[in-house]
């Protein structure tokens, strides 16, 4: 990122005034432009749980749709969206909240009007007319999958589709040719709405159709209409993972009873780069019986090939990296300004991928806690983003960039000073969270964003933590050089039907991850 260096200065300016509120640019639609209520509510496709509604429309307007259990419209549940299609699920379309889904063969009635494209709309026509659907008792639970993209890499495709909610599986079909039936297409198996399909030829045009399974392989939903992409010479990828696994002083979450799930769920991401936050120093016995810090003990049972960036002293704020890939050209770490007892820090380092010689830098940090609403928080973590530009500014090299960690300051913080300063400063956030609303996300520059819906501070609860908006609330973050090509952003999730965590929840944060590709 060649501007990093010269227009860090300009970021810390604006961090200074705490005051500062970060304004988002909305495209709005006038009136005359929905001077007459939506025409031509119709049903997409219905299913025995859920029914798919598309009108008259533009992908780039916003309108809201209610629905009733009544034709008069009584008790209606709304709910806004960008662009001209929606899926009715629940009775309460707020995922943020519990209710039953849709009954099999029972009559569901809606309306949709055109809104303005705010994070607080406005009415810009009334409802139109209604429309009565019923839902199946004999099709499928659950629509097919829509949505479908596909990007390219060199012998593999990034792939994503709309969620069918957590719990599920995804059977993708691919071939390189359209064969009669699809189940003489090849086949993988997906645990979430995306992924990265390898093994593929190069420069090859593939076709893919995909439907929904239920945890034990049974379908759950008919095959969604093909599509097509094909494989292209593209850098190969890296995994960045971020990753707070809660220190092993938390009584009511003891170390010793998580470790083995931390492990595992990094493992599961197969990454190059992993930036840990409250990896502390603090002894615990490791997995050869002996004294060692946390970190060392998380590092034992990740393995081979993982290693340590740099040893010097940063307490739990630590980069670890896949040395099978990557090599350390150089690495450190430095305190940063704090507010309190527990110094902060920031650790970085420039790696080599051994399979291109490609060289990159990576700053890990974890920000000052506290609540958005002191002031003097907000004044701490601003300082700190100041100085993270800083070291970036001294010792990135003009080389591509990757910012993760901990900031300890979400959206809803005003200002959400340390994503203000390093926004300015020309990083990227790749789901484009910069506000609390329904438009949240229309910017994201991922190519695939899977499960990104669910907050990344998850407390403990059995319950993963989401909000009614596209993105959730986030504290960590994985920022990026815009010269970095992020094919996929994911955040680590294992849920049941009912959205609940399954098995031990290995930390109070949730990891994640970007699939990110460098500048040839």
């Known amino acids: 990122m060649g501007s990093i260096k010269r227009v860090w200065s300009r970021a810390v300016a604006l961090t200074a005034g705490v005051g500062l509120v970060l304004a988002c640019a909305v495209v709005t639609t006038s009136p005359a432009q929905a001077a007459s209520a939506p025409r031509h509510l119709r049903a997409a496709e219905v299913a025995a749980q859920a029914i798919g509604l598309t009108w008259d429309g533009t992908s780039q307007a916003a309108y809201r749709v209610r629905m009733s259990t009544h034709?008069?419209?009584?008790?209606?549940?709304?709910?806004?969206?960008?662009?001209?299609?929606?899926?009715?699920?629940?009775?309460?379309?707020?995922?943020?909240?519990?209710?039953?889904?849709?009954?099999?063969?029972?009559?569901?009635?809606?309306?949709?009007?055109?809104?303005?494209?705010?994070?607080?709309?406005?009415?810009?026509?009334?409802?139109?007319?209604?429309?009565?659907?019923?839902?199946?008792?004999?099709?499928?639970?659950?629509?097919?999958?829509?949505?479908?993209?596909?990007?390219?890499?060199?012998?593999?495709?990034?792939?994503?589709?709309?969620?069918?909610?957590?719990?599920?599986?995804?059977?993708?079909?691919?071939?390189?040719?359209?064969?009669?039936?699809?189940?003489?297409?090849?086949?993988?198996?997906?645990?979430?709405?995306?992924?990265?399909?390898?093994?593929?030829?190069?420069?090859?045009?593939?076709?893919?159709?995909?439907?929904?399974?239920?945890?034990?392989?049974?379908?759950?939903?008919?095959?969604?209409?093909?599509?097509?992409?094909?494989?292209?010479?593209?850098?190969?990828?890296?995994?960045?993972?971020?990753?707070?696994?809660?220190?092993?002083?938390?009584?009511?979450?003891?170390?010793?009873?998580?470790?083995?799930?931390?492990?595992?769920?990094?493992?599961?991401?197969?990454?190059?780069?992993?930036?840990?936050?409250?990896?502390?120093?603090?002894?615990?016995?490791?997995?050869?019986?002996?004294?060692?810090?946390?970190?060392?003990?998380?590092?034992?049972?990740?393995?081979?090939?993982?290693?340590?960036?740099?040893?010097?002293?940063?307490?739990?704020?630590?980069?670890?990296?896949?040395?099978?890939?990557?090599?350390?050209?150089?690495?450190?770490?430095?305190?940063?300004?704090?507010?309190?007892?527990?110094?902060?820090?920031?650790?970085?380092?420039?790696f080599k991928d051994k399979q291109t010689g490609g060289k990159f830098f990576v700053l890990n940090t974890h920000l000052e806690p506290g609540s958005s609403s002191v002031a003097e928080y907000n004044v701490a973590r601003a300082t700190q983003a100041e100085e993270v530009l800083k070291l970036i500014a001294d010792h990135s090299e003009g080389l591509p960039v990757v910012l993760q960690g901990d900031f300890n300051s979400a959206r809803t913080a005003v200002p959400n000073a340390p994503y203000v300063a390093f926004t300015a400063a020309g990083f990227v956030d790749p789901t484009g969270n910069s506000s609390a609303s329904f438009l949240t996300g229309r910017n994201a520059t991922a190519e695939h964003v899977v499960n990104a819906a669910y907050n990344s501070y998850n407390g403990y609860e059995t319950k993963a933590r989401r909000t009614s908006f596209p993105v959730g609330t986030y504290i960590d973050y994985i920022l990026t050089d815009p010269r970095i090509r992020v094919a996929e952003f994911r955040t680590v999730v294992d849920l049941n039907r009912k959205g609940q965590f399954v098995g031990t929840i290995p930390s109070d944060h949730n990891a994640i991850v970007a699939t990110i590709e460098l500048p040839s």
């Open 71 to 350: 034709r008069d419209m009584a008790g209606a549940k709304s709910w806004d969206v960008v662009g001209n299609y929606l899926e009715w699920t629940n009775l309460n379309p707020n995922p943020d909240k519990s209710s039953s889904r849709l009954t099999p063969g029972k009559t569901y009635y809606f309306q949709v009007k055109a809104i303005t494209s705010k994070a607080k709309p406005t009415s810009l026509t009334s409802y139109g007319s209604t429309l009565a659907v019923k839902t199946s008792k004999k099709a499928s639970p659950e629509l097919k999958p829509v949505d479908l993209s596909a990007t390219a890499a060199s012998t593999s495709m990034y792939l994503s589709w709309r969620s069918r909610g957590p719990g599920v599986r995804y059977l993708v079909r691919y071939s390189t040719t359209l064969a009669p039936s699809v189940t003489r297409w090849q086949k993988a198996i997906f645990d979430e709405a995306g992924g990265t399909l390898t093994g593929l030829q190069p420069d090859t045009r593939y076709y893919f159709r995909v439907r929904v399974l239920d945890a034990a392989g049974a379908p759950l939903s008919a095959y969604s209409t093909k599509w097509k992409a094909a494989t292209r010479t593209t850098s190969p990828a890296i995994r960045v993972l971020s990753y707070n696994v809660n220190k092993v002083s938390n009584a009511g979450h003891p170390w010793e009873q998580r470790r083995d799930a931390v492990a595992a769920n990094i493992l599961a991401q197969a990454p190059d780069v992993v930036g840990l936050q409250e990896a502390s120093p603090l002894t615990v016995v490791g997995a050869d019986a002996t004294p060692v810090t946390q970190y060392d003990d998380l590092l034992q049972r990740l393995g081979s090939p993982y290693e340590l960036a740099t040893r010097k002293g940063s307490s739990g704020t630590k980069l670890a990296y896949n040395a099978s890939r990557l090599s350390v050209v150089d690495a450190s770490a430095t305190s940063l300004t704090t507010l309190g007892t527990a110094t902060r820090y920031a650790v970085w380092a420039i």
